[in-house]
């Protein structure tokens, strides 16, 4: 469907009278000829900010619905060095101050993260932050 100016026009006309969305695609299509569907005139009436009316005559804006989300009580993860005693933390209680250190393989029971606090702007906690990153130096020297 191609919109030239007269359609739009008139789509704008026929909304600004109160007509519906469908009322409006079968009148383009008996003036114009042109075979607009009721989709085809919602996405261009949402496009030229156009508000509808429904069949009972009020507007089509639907009202917002609120539904009140659950937060997860945020646990403060144990500050300080890797403790391997500890035992390890899900993905679903992973949060951004905790470390994601994965330990043991994934398929494996007792997979975990760590989940010991993290430094700032980092993604794990002081010792499992020196065993992922290596210096540059090192790296060369290892070369």
Request: contains cysteine; proline residues 8%; aromatic residues 8%.
């Amino acid at each position: 469907m191609i919109w030239t100016p007269e359609i739009v026009d008139y789509m704008k006309v026929c909304c600004s009278t109160g007509m519906t969305i469908q009322a409006t695609a079968e009148s383009i299509n008996q003036r114009f000829k042109c075979g607009a569907t009721y989709h085809a005139v919602a996405g261009r009436g949402r496009a030229e900010k156009l508000h509808w009316k429904n069949k009972q005559g009020r507007n089509m804006k639907r009202p917002v619905i609120r539904v009140p989300v659950k937060v997860a009580p945020v646990v403060v993860p144990p500050s300080g060095d890797y403790d391997p005693s500890r035992p390890l933390i899900s993905l679903g209680a992973l949060h951004h101050m905790t470390c994601r250190f994965p330990i043991g393989d994934v398929g494996e029971d007792g997979f975990g993260f760590c989940g010991h606090l993290v430094q700032q702007s980092k993604i794990y906690c002081p010792t499992h932050y020196k065993l992922a990153y290596v210096p540059r130096l090192a790296k060369a020297r290892a070369a």
